[in-house]
């Protein structure tokens, strides 16, 4: 019985491990997270492991997961439309200019919470 008590835990504590193998944790920098605002009026939730959710006009425009790429663009993956793609960004103080996906325009944000 002691035997069996034992083998169950250490498959136990294996599978947890394995786990937590399997979904590493996505970071983004500190710096882009938070509440932000458009002068468009479009409101951005950017969470510590990437998850965002943008509004406009009361309805959900966007939302999904942000990845930093190893060249420092941002990899969006869209979970509301099957749909990904890379921004690049600039952030300084409480300012955050990202470029909109296939276009040569920008978004201009600057942060209203954290």
Known sequence: MKKRLMFFMFALITWSYGQAEIAPLNEVPVEITGVWQSFENDVVRISSTGE??????KKVAAEGVIVLTE??????????????YELRYFIRNDVMVISKPR????????????
């Not at 965002?52 to 006009?57: E, N, Q, V």
């Not at 060249?71 to 990904?84: A, F, H, M, P, Y």
């Not at 276009?103 to 954290?114: E, I, P």
């Open 52 to 57: 965002f959710i943008r509004i406009y006009d």
């Open 71 to 84: 060249d420092g663009s941002l990899e969006i993956k869209r979970t509301d439309v099957n749909d990904t």
């Open 103 to 114: 276009s040569n325009n920008a978004w201009l944000f600057y942060r209203v919470g954290y």
